[in-house]
């Protein structure tokens, strides 16, 4: 079912909030990382599953070393979906502007550590006013 003219124009107002409010999470939501994400929940859920029923046919059995293993194959299947897959940068790739397009942040030259964001982030709004 499409969205009304209406409920697009708030749509598109509410990314234009978000994008203003939170360029950080306005990136990160955009950032299209192909498939690869896709193929990380379904090993993760096949992982669970197998882990599921090696806990279940280990507590049928009496084996508890075969629930053990099926309790472990679970959470190493858990972390496995949440943590970050290797290879992708983390943190910050740059901002996203007014008009929507992500800048990259320069990688060279730039000041390390919280103090010195801390500082550019004064200087960048004491140029604005």
Not at 8 to 35: C, F, I, K, W, Y
Not at 58 to 74: D, E, I, Y
């Amino acid at each position: 079912m499409p969205l009304s003219e209406y409920e697009q124009r708030v749509l598109e107002q509410m990314e234009r909030q978000l994008t203003s409010d939170d360029p950080r999470l306005a990136n990160t939501l955009t950032r299209r990382g192909g498939h690869r994400p896709v193929t990380r929940y379904v090993i993760a859920g096949v992982g669970a599953a197998v882990g599921l029923l090696l806990l279940v046919v280990g507590a049928a059995t009496s084996q508890p070393w075969l629930g053990a293993t099926g309790f472990v194959v679970m959470f190493a299947a858990v972390a496995f979906a949440f943590a970050a897959p290797r290879g992708e940068p983390t943190g910050p790739q740059g901002t996203v502007g007014a008009d929507g397009a992500v800048r990259r942040a320069p990688a060279a030259g730039r000041k390390q550590g919280f103090m010195a964001r801390l500082e550019e982030r004064w200087d960048r709004r004491r140029e604005g006013h």
